[in-house]
C-alpha cells in the first residue's frame, strides 16, 4: 500500500534558524517524490520534486531510499516560508498520494 | 494567469440537495483529479479522468460523481450532499507527456452544507 506520513502537524522556528519537514513514505515500485505548498488562502502548488534536484527558495529535498525518506529542508528560515507543506508520491498508476501536511510557522 | 480554474469558489447548498462544482483547464493536460480536503487532513483522491477513461477510488461514495464532456471540463456532482461532506474540493491536472508528472491545483471550492 502506498501511503504517505508526516509525523509534524505544526512546526514553529524563529526566523533564520534552520528547518526540516519531515516526510517518509511507503511504495513497492520507485517512487516519485514532491513537496507542494499552500500559502494563505492560496493553491496548492508545487515546490520542488526529487527528480530535478532542485533548489527552490532555498529548500532543498533528498530522497534517501534506504530510509524511505524525503526532507525538506531550509538553512535558515523566512517569515514568508510560513504556509502548509505537503509531501506527495506519484505512483504510476496516474495517482497522487499526499501526506496529512505540516504547518511550518516562522516566528520573528 | 490561472491554468486551472474551479467555479465557484464558495458553494452553499442544502442538506441533501444536488450540487455541481466546475472545473476548467487551459493546459490541455490528459489527466483530472478531484480532491475533498477536509479541515487539517491531506487532499483525498475522489478519482479521476485519463481522457475520457473514468478511474474511481475504491472508497469513493456513490454519492459523488463526475462527468467530463471535453478535454476543458470537468464537473463534481454531489446527488445528495450531508453534512459530512463539506469540505474544499480541489480540482488538478497533469499532462501524460515526456517526464512531466507535475499536477497543477485549482484554488478549489468551498462546498458547505446546510
Known amino acids: 500500500a502506498q501511503r504517505v506520513t508526516q509525523p509534524e502537524k505544526l512546526l514553529s522556528v524563529f526566523k533564520g534558524a534552520p528547518v526540516e519537514l519531515k516526510c517518509n513514505y511507503s511504495?513497492?515500485?520507485?517512487?516519485?517524490l514532491f513537496w507542494y505548498v499552500q500559502y494563505s488562502r492560496q493553491r496548492l502548488q508545487l515546490l520542488l520534486r526529487h527528480i530535478s534536484r532542485e533548489s527552490i527558495k532555498g529548500f532543498t529535498a533528498d530522497l534517501n531510499k534506504g530510509e524511505t525518506s524525503f526532507h525538506l529542508k531550509k538553512p535558515f528560515a523566512q517569515e514568508e516560508d510560513s504556509a502548509m507543506y505537503y509531501c506527495a508520491l506519484y505512483n504510476y498508476g496516474q495517482n497522487f498520494v499526499f501526506g496529512p501536511g505540516t504547518r511550518l510557522s516562522v516566528l520573528p | 494567469d490561472a491554468m486551472v480554474i474551479q467555479n465557484p469558489r464558495y458553494q452553499v447548498t442544502q442538506f441533501g440537495k444536488p450540487v455541481t462544482l466546475s472545473c476548467s483547464q487551459t493546459l490541455n493536460h490528459n489527466v483530472m483529479y478531484w480532491y475533498q480536503q477536509k479541515s487539517s487532513q491531506a487532499p483525498k483522491l475522489l478519482f479521476h479522468?485519463?481522457?475520457?477513461?473514468?478511474?474511481n477510488e475504491a472508497d469513493t461514495p456513490d454519492n459523488f460523481q463526475s462527468r467530463r464532456p471535453n478535454t476543458s471540463f470537468c464537473f463534481l456532482d454531489i446527488r445528495s450532499p450531508g453534512l459530512g461532506d463539506a469540505a474544499m474540493y480541489l480540482c488538478a491536472t497533469r499532462g501524460s507527456w515526456g517526464e512531466d508528472t507535475e499536477a497543477f491545483f485549482g484554488q478549489g471550492t468551498r462546498l458547505t452544507v446546510v
Open positions: 511504495y513497492s515500485g520507485s517512487p516519485e
Open positions: 479522468y485519463y481522457d475520457k477513461d473514468f478511474n
